[in-house]
């Protein structure tokens, strides 16, 4: 595996230097600069000389995440076509028919890419953080305090995607089961291929380890919006830390975390660093200049990187010269398997339907599709990795479950209300309580990539519209196998 992984990386770290090539030389007068060696064969004890390539390389471990087969889009709909939301339109088997269907295995390509490419992406970091060792000085001690808590909040992030797709959800043994890989270390030959799996508690110990040290070396703000939107500070591993604390089931984690950037009561907002809040508008979370407040940490695009032809969100879900691949499951009736469009809790007046949602005719039939990424080809909207939404229904839920009860309900009456004036959410008791969080989160975060990880979180059954039944905890199907690549290659699993 890894010899792949190093091949990729060379590949992708070739693309980083030449972005920074162009930038640097095309303003060069100079003909002397014609008979220079090309930048892009530098010795690799050169690439970590200058406090610009340094940027390049913390950018390029950005631009590794954002790969059109890992956060571009993929991993947002594996997570939300497995349940019970979307309905399969064209039976494309390049689009996630497989995930869709349950019935993707070790060999599925299209899962095989995540995985390298997120271990790909954990290899470029780990190199990164030692080449630091190695090239003392070369920037102020606090870019690279900076730059260090940025490695480790984006390597926390893929093990966190990683585990709770391939590994027993942490909720059914306290994460006792074997879990991923957990590689540490930079690797540039096969010496170590064989590396045994990790219990699914000890990598969920070193993603917050990770967290917990980009908390402290990462700046509280940027000076732009553009920056603070797509580059991790202080409060974006924290917010990390809530949903991580949440698929522990740490309740009391997740309410110490978020009491960090949530102020005690409404109107809430963050209390330090960049001050994060609910937008009037949630449509203006997922339309230009996406740097609202609301926007923690997005994944910026443009005609120059756009996410790839069948990774991006709008192509699966919208029409501007999309395929339309899911449309919104609005079936109703109790003998059929039903999606959240149709619960009575999201009516019919909330702005997020009717702004984020639309009717679609095809084939003399008329369906609704999920809005929220309305560009066209090449379909380069921003995807949203974390909202300030999510945080107050992480707190919120977490309240309800083992802290203030009233405040919960306040907390999410503020993401619902938002968009739900008239109906406001009310409660009977705590299970009531906690089904109403529950649903406003499918509401809110509709087509993020959270349906899945709220279901397995929880060790609830997953009800699949495209397997046609139940998945419960125990089948075969409920997470992701190893795949094959990494069986082959890694004889100590």
């Given at each position: 595996m890894k010899s792949i992984h190093k091949n990729k990386a060379k590949e992708l770290l070739k693309i980083s230097l030449l972005a920074f090539v162009l930038t640097t030389t095309?303003?060069?007068?100079?003909?002397?600069?014609?008979?220079?060696?090309?930048?892009?064969?530098?010795?690799?004890?050169?690439?970590?000389d200058t406090p610009e390539r340094i940027l390049t390389h913390v950018n390029g471990l950005y631009a590794s995440a954002k790969d059109g087969r890992l956060m571009a889009g993929r991993y947002y709909i594996y997570n939300d076509i497995r349940a019970e939301e979307f309905v399969n339109r064209t039976t494309n088997g390049v689009t996630g028919l497989a995930v869709y269907n349950h019935t993707n295995d070790a060999a599925t390509t299209q899962v095989n890419n995540f995985w390298i490419q997120a271990y790909m992406t954990i290899n470029r970091i780990n190199k990164f953080l030692e080449d630091f060792d190695k090239y003392p000085?070369?920037?102020?001690?606090?870019l690279e305090a900076n730059y260090r808590g940025e490695a480790k909040f984006v390597r926390a992030w893929m093990y966190y995607a990683l585990v709770h797709m391939f590994a027993t959800p942490y909720a059914q043994d306290n994460g006792a089961s074997p879990g991923l890989p957990l590689?540490?270390?930079?690797?540039?030959?096969?010496?170590?291929?064989?590396?045994?799996?990790?219990?699914?508690?000890?990598v969920y110990a070193q993603i917050l380890t990770?967290?917990?040290?980009?908390?402290?070396?990462?700046?509280?703000?940027?000076?732009?919006?553009?920056?603070?939107?797509?580059?991790?500070?202080?409060?974006?591993?924290?917010?990390?830390?809530?949903?991580?604390?949440?698929?522990?089931?740490?309740?009391?984690?997740?309410?110490e975390e978020a009491n960090k950037i949530v102020s005690p009561s409404a109107p809430f907002s963050a209390p330090t660093g960049v001050p994060h809040a609910l937008q009037a508008n949630i449509q203006s979370v997922f339309i230009t200049p996406y740097t609202t407040t609301e926007n923690i940490l997005s994944m910026p695009f443009a005609d120059t990187n756009a996410p790839g032809t069948q990774n991006q969100i709008?192509?699966?879900y919208n029409t501007g010269n999309g395929n339309v691949e899911y449309y919104l499951n609005t079936s109703t009736g109790s003998d059929v398997i039903t999606g959240i469009y149709?619960?009575?809790?999201?009516?019919?007046?909330?702005?997020?339907?009717t702004l984020l949602t639309a009717d679609y005719t095809t084939g003399g039939s008329t369906v609704r599709i999920l809005t929220k990424w309305a560009g066209v080809s090449p379909f380069i909207d921003w995807v949203p990795v974390i909202r300030y939404a999510e945080v107050l229904l992480n707190l919120a839920e977490a309240?309800?479950?083992?802290?203030?009860?009233?405040?919960?309900?306040?907390?999410?009456?503020?993401?619902?209300?938002?968009?739900?004036a008239n109906n406001p959410l009310t409660s009977s008791s705590k299970t009531d309580l906690i089904e109403k969080i529950l649903k406003e989160r499918r509401i809110e975060l509709l087509g993020e990539g959270f349906r899945a990880p709220d279901i397995m979180r929880r060790s609830e059954t997953i009800l699949s519209y495209g397997a046609g039944g139940e998945i419960s905890p125990s089948s075969s199907s409920y997470?992701?196998?190893?795949?094959?690549?990494?069986?082959?290659?890694?004889?100590?699993?």
């Amino acid at each position: 595996m890894k010899s792949i992984h190093k091949n990729k990386a060379k590949e992708l770290l070739k693309i980083s230097l030449l972005a920074f090539v162009l930038t640097t030389t095309a303003t060069s007068c100079s003909k002397d600069f014609l008979n220079l060696r090309p930048e892009l064969s530098i010795p690799e004890d050169n690439m970590f000389d200058t406090p610009e390539r340094i940027l390049t390389h913390v950018n390029g471990l950005y631009a590794s995440a954002k790969d059109g087969r890992l956060m571009a889009g993929r991993y947002y709909i594996y997570n939300d076509i497995r349940a019970e939301e979307f309905v399969n339109r064209t039976t494309n088997g390049v689009t996630g028919l497989a995930v869709y269907n349950h019935t993707n295995d070790a060999a599925t390509t299209q899962v095989n890419n995540f995985w390298i490419q997120a271990y790909m992406t954990i290899n470029r970091i780990n190199k990164f953080l030692e080449d630091f060792d190695k090239y003392p000085g070369v920037v102020s001690t606090e870019l690279e305090a900076n730059y260090r808590g940025e490695a480790k909040f984006v390597r926390a992030w893929m093990y966190y995607a990683l585990v709770h797709m391939f590994a027993t959800p942490y909720a059914q043994d306290n994460g006792a089961s074997p879990g991923l890989p957990l590689r540490l270390k930079a690797e540039t030959n096969t010496e170590n291929n064989s590396f045994p799996r990790s219990t699914v508690s000890e990598v969920y110990a070193q993603i917050l380890t990770d967290l917990d040290e980009a908390e402290t070396s990462l700046p509280a703000d940027y000076s732009n919006a553009n920056l603070r939107t797509t580059r991790a500070h202080k409060n974006t591993a924290i917010a990390l830390k809530t949903r991580v604390y949440l698929a522990m089931g740490n309740f009391a984690k997740v309410i110490e975390e978020a009491n960090k950037i949530v102020s005690p009561s409404a109107p809430f907002s963050a209390p330090t660093g960049v001050p994060h809040a609910l937008q009037a508008n949630i449509q203006s979370v997922f339309i230009t200049p996406y740097t609202t407040t609301e926007n923690i940490l997005s994944m910026p695009f443009a005609d120059t990187n756009a996410p790839g032809t069948q990774n991006q969100i709008g192509y699966y879900y919208n029409t501007g010269n999309g395929n339309v691949e899911y449309y919104l499951n609005t079936s109703t009736g109790s003998d059929v398997i039903t999606g959240i469009y149709t619960d009575p809790q999201w009516h019919e007046g909330d702005s997020r339907k009717t702004l984020l949602t639309a009717d679609y005719t095809t084939g003399g039939s008329t369906v609704r599709i999920l809005t929220k990424w309305a560009g066209v080809s090449p379909f380069i909207d921003w995807v949203p990795v974390i909202r300030y939404a999510e945080v107050l229904l992480n707190l919120a839920e977490a309240e309800a479950e083992a802290g203030d009860q009233t405040r919960a309900l306040a907390l999410a009456n503020a993401v619902h209300t938002r968009s739900d004036a008239n109906n406001p959410l009310t409660s009977s008791s705590k299970t009531d309580l906690i089904e109403k969080i529950l649903k406003e989160r499918r509401i809110e975060l509709l087509g993020e990539g959270f349906r899945a990880p709220d279901i397995m979180r929880r060790s609830e059954t997953i009800l699949s519209y495209g397997a046609g039944g139940e998945i419960s905890p125990s089948s075969s199907s409920y997470i992701f196998p190893i795949p094959v690549g990494e069986q082959q290659t890694n004889p100590g699993l």
